[in-house]
């Protein structure tokens, strides 16, 4: 139990495009979703914490008009990379999760901006 | 915050148990310990989660003392594929509010 899909694995993209991903949780009712970014080597950077219906709390640093997240339903959300440059280019993960229970995540979506 | 602070790395080798500790010493009250597993290009895994004393699943123990300012994750006869990055995250779950991560520590197992 606990699956959290996440889509594309994988995304390649000319500079200026803007790129989204989705998280789903696919066999419970996600609460809360969690935007991670994660470098080579580095531990997980969170990004943003979304509730369903209400709009996404961001951490310091992390501009809201460039990552859009979209928190629609109890099972999807989504995170858009607007206007994506080299420096975007990561590894994204997403997580879920409901009460008090911990997080369950996304197989993560690597991001290159040519 | 309730900063966290792993070893970098740690080798062991197959069949031996391996104990990681993550020290927190200004957890809060409200803060649970859980740790996490990641693979290289995937999303973490959860291993285990507790509040204080001792926890154990089918794949490994948290030990938490009493005063709760570290946990040690002990993971028993590991094989090879426990090769992996090992994460403790310190927070709230109630509210998942300063959910701190560790730097993480790059377990080795050898034959």
């Known amino acids: 139990g606990a699956v959290v899909s996440q889509h594309p694995s994988w995304v390649i993209c000319k500079s200026g495009t803007s790129v989204k991903i989705e998280c789903r949780s696919l066999d419970f009712q996600a609460t809360t979703m969690f935007w991670y970014r994660q470098f080579p080597k580095q531990s997980l950077m969170l990004m943003a914490t979304s509730n369903e219906g209400s709009k996404a709390t961001y951490e310091q640093g992390v501009e809201k008009d460039k990552f859009l997240i979209n928190h629609a339903s109890l099972t999807l959300s989504t995170l858009t990379v607007t206007s994506a440059h080299p420096e975007d280019s990561s590894f994204y993960i997403c997580?879920?999760?409901?009460?008090?229970?911990?997080?369950?995540f996304g197989d993560g979506t690597r991001l290159s901006i040519l | 915050l309730a900063k966290t602070t792993q070893p970098i790395s740690m080798d062991s080798y197959e069949g031996q148990e391996v104990n990681i500790t993550c020290s927190h010493n200004?957890?809060?009250?409200?803060?649970?310990i859980t740790w996490y597993q990641q693979f290289p290009s995937q999303g973490p895994r959860f291993i285990i989660q507790?509040?204080?004393?001792?926890v154990t699943n089918e794949v490994a123990s948290l030990f938490i003392p009493a005063d709760r300012k570290s946990s040690t994750l002990s993971l028993p006869r590991v094989s090879l594929s426990d090769t992996a990055v090992y994460y403790c995250l310190v927070g709230d779950m109630d509210s998942n509010y300063q959910l701190i991560w560790g730097a993480g520590t790059k377990l080795i197992i050898k034959p």
């Open positions: 997580s879920a999760s409901w009460g008090n229970q911990p997080q369950h």
């Open positions: 200004n957890i809060a009250t409200n803060d649970y």
């Open positions: 507790g509040y204080k004393t001792k």
